[in-house]
Each structure stands twice: as C-alpha cells, then as structure tokens.
T-cell receptor, first 117, second 115 residues
C-alpha cells in the first residue's frame, strides 16, 4: 500500500529564517504526483506546491520550494524567509491512482510549524 | 479561479441521527471528493465522484451515503451519527487528467460533533 510519512511532529523557528519539513513516501508506481498543503488555524486546507515524479527540476512557488530526492523517496518542503503567518500544519500528500485516470490523495499526519517573532 | 463552499460550517447532531453535509464548487471540476479528518489521523477518503450521478466508495465509506445530482454539487450523509463522534469533513474537487489538472482543491470544512 502507498504510504506517506512525516516524521517531524512540530517545528519552531524564528521569523525570516529558512525551515525544511521532511516527507518520505512509498509507492509502486513509476509515475506519481506529490503535493504539499497547508492547514491554517481556521481549518482551511490550501494547496501550496506539487512535484511530478518525471520532472527532474525541483518545483518552486513563491517562497516555497521542494527538495525532491527520488532515489530516497523523499520530498522535503523548504520555506524561505518565514513569516508569522506561515504558522500552520503542513501536510505532504501523494496521489494514488484509483479508477481510470482518477486519483485520491494519501496524506501524511502533518507537521505543525510555529514561526516566532 | 474558483471556490468551494461547504454547508453547514458546524453541525451538532444526536446519536442515531441522519445528518447531511453539502458541498458546492464553481471550478467546473469533474471530480469531487469527501475526506474525513480526525485528530492525529490525517485525512481519509470517504467517497468520490468522477462525474454527475457517479459515486465511488473510498476507504472509509461504511456509515455514509453520497449524492452527486449536479456537476457542481456533492452531498455526504452520515447515515447514523455515533455518540461522541467529532471530526472535520472536507470536500475537494479536481479536473482529473495529467499535468496540473489533477491538483485537488479543498473547501473550508464542516465540523461535526455528536452529543
């Protein structure tokens, strides 16, 4: 079965620094898609960034970037110049094909990030 | 851009009660999903629907029914609420296919508490 593991339960950083959140995954698929989402204090889940497994270049969106290490089945999220409002729970997810071309997301348990002034 | 709305935002029910949660999206997405989030357990798929009138069971479908009468809406029914149950139900949608189209976007959630 496909699995996503986030080993860091919580991280605390000082604002304006860089933080890396770890995620490892297990899959039998040769082609797959990886996602990071953020859940805010209000409960809203926001899509941040994705990495398609066939792309060698690490994805970057704003101050989010990914460290994709395919041989290690690892997809770390890097947030540079952190801000107080980055405080949230961050979920790593992998798309698993279920029917035809439809996929479901397999989520990790999340990493709580607290950004301190 | 688009938006997903979920109603109600909070739902308090009694044990054994049938409860219905609603989700609407204006992305014009084909596929819609219902996930359940429990504290410490991440999100798990309950039901999904590839198109209007299609229903597919996820990993956690027992105790739930779903309905997709229109492309833009997807309802979930808790058939018999369990006492002391507390969870967040999240609706999501995506255009299934290759490339960026299969990113799932989430609604704000419905928080359920059963007394």
């Amino acid at each position: 079965a496909q699995k996503v593991t986030q080993t860091q339960t919580s991280i605390s950083v000082v604002e304006k620094t860089t933080v890396t959140m770890d995620c490892v995954y297990e899959t039998r698929d040769s082609s797959y898609f990886l996602f990071w989402y953020k859940q805010t204090a209000s409960g809203e889940i926001v899509f941040l960034i994705r990495q398609d497994s066939y792309k060698k270049e690490n994805a970057t969106v704003g101050h989010y970037s990914l460290n994709f290490q395919k041989p290690k089945s690892s997809i770390g999220l890097i947030i540079t110049a952190t801000q107080i409002e980055d405080s949230a729970v961050y979920f790593c997810a992998m798309r698993e094909l279920i029917t035809g071309n439809t996929g479901k997301l397999i989520f990790g348990l999340g990493t709580t990030l607290q950004v301190q002034p | 851009g688009g938006i997903i709305t979920q109603t109600p935002k909070f739902l308090i029910g009694q044990e054994g009660q049938k409860l219905t949660l609603k989700c609407q999206q204006n992305f014009n997405h084909d596929t819609m999903y219902w996930y359940r989030q429990d504290s410490g357990k991440g999100l798990r798929l309950i039901y999904y629907s590839i198109t209007e009138n299609d229903l597919q069971k996820g990993d956690l479908s027992e105790g739930y029914d779903a309905s997709r009468e229109k492309k833009s809406s997807f309802s979930l029914t808790v058939t018999s609420a369990q006492k002391n149950e507390m969870a967040v139900f999240l609706c999501a949608s995506s255009i299934e296919g290759t490339g960026n189209q299969d990113t799932q976007y989430f609604g704000p959630g419905t928080r359920l508490l059963v007394l």
